[in-house]
């Protein structure tokens, strides 16, 4: 029989090829549909196994926040990475070609083309022509002097202000006052050299006693320590009744001769109950500070007052570094017995002590030097 005339008797023509595809699709459908009716039964689990196109089909778990993150962390490192190689390719590239354009320039071409560089180039040219004119400028010169003359000016007038709030930190006062140790006894020997002590600040300087009150007496006295300023009322010594004024500089100036132009620059520490000790004739006399105030330099009745305890009472100019005030810190007797002290008889009064206007200060500054003499 010829091939056309096959087809269970139908008539048409029919392609060999199409016929074979046929069957061998035919032949995998029912290997893959005897494959899934067989997936329930355990006695084909072996088969399953070994079988490389077997599903489990079991339905898997929704990802998680983590796993998303990790995810998304993932693709997002890879993406950087993409495109920091690609801009640093192009870039190394634009380098090169821009290094190639300029080779006969100099190393330097390629940082010259950085629009910061050429700002930077700017400002400084700009410098250069102004600090050029400035020198070149006939004003120049004296503009500088002028400069200098006030520097120096200002130096002069107010070293006095720094100095003192430098020393006010480190001397005196500048170690522990526990570590001095004071024996308040009034029997202990003591030099016959009359002293002040301030163990909390760090005092520790001779008096001179039975001076002047005159400018210059007390100027002289206070370069060298403290100075007794005695006034009709405020005359007294220690261990007598009455009150004993002694004074001290608490600044100034730097080209002011003496080694204590700072002495009292701490006695605004001072408060009630702090100790102060005077060697006066070879014996010690304690005293507790009770009170402090600020006066002006002509309130001299501040110093004289009636009293019946022995009392006595610091001196010093404030605010540091300035003559515009007067510090006043009062202590009494405690040591020896306050009640055996020595009454003194009232002094007449003399022309002398009775012109007395102000209380001791410092030296003049520069401008009170020129323009007034001297400030006292």
Known sequence: MRPDESNNGQGGAVDPTTSSQDAAARVVRAKIDTIYENSGGSSNEQTKSENPYHRTHKQHSDPQAEQWKQYHSAWQNYYQKYYEGYYSHHLDKAKRELKGQNANSGPDTASSEDPMFKLRQKLLETVRQSAAKVKNSRHFVPILSGVVVVLIFLFLQYN?????????????????????????????????????????????????????????????????????????????????????????????????????????????????????????????????????????????????????????????????????????????????????????????????????????????????????????
């Open 160 to 376: 006095r202000v720094i100095l003192s709030n430098v020393m006010a930190y480190v001397s005196p006062g500048n170690i522990n006052p526990q570590n001095i140790v004071i024996n308040p006894d009034s029997q202990v020997a003591v030099s016959s050299e009359p002293r002040l002590i301030i163990p909390k600040i760090n005092v520790d300087a001779p008096v001179a006693y039975d001076i002047s009150n005159d400018y210059n007496s007390q100027m002289a006295a206070m370069a060298n320590g403290l100075a007794h300023f005695s006034v009709p009322g405020a005359s007294s010594h220690p261990g007598e009744v009455g009150n004993t004024v002694i004074a001290g500089h608490s600044s100034n100036d730097l080209f002011d001769t003496g080694n204590y132009k700072f002495i009292f620059v701490q006695l605004d520490k001072l408060t009630a109950g702090d100790m102060v000790y005077a060697n006066y004739k070879s014996k010690r006399y304690t005293y507790v500070v009770t009170k402090k105030e600020v006066v002006g330099p002509t309130d001299v009745s501040k110093l004289t007052y009636a009293t019946t305890k022995p009392v006595l009472t610091l001196l010093t100019c404030t605010p540091i570094g300035t003559a515009k005030y007067r510090l006043l810190v009062t202590a009494e007797q405690i040591s020896p017995d306050p009640g055996q002290a020595t009454v003194i008889p009232t002094p007449a009064s003399s022309s002398k002590s009775s012109d007395t206007k102000s209380m001791p200060g410092n030296n003049p500054t520069l401008i009170e030097w020129l323009f007034s003499g001297k400030y006292y």
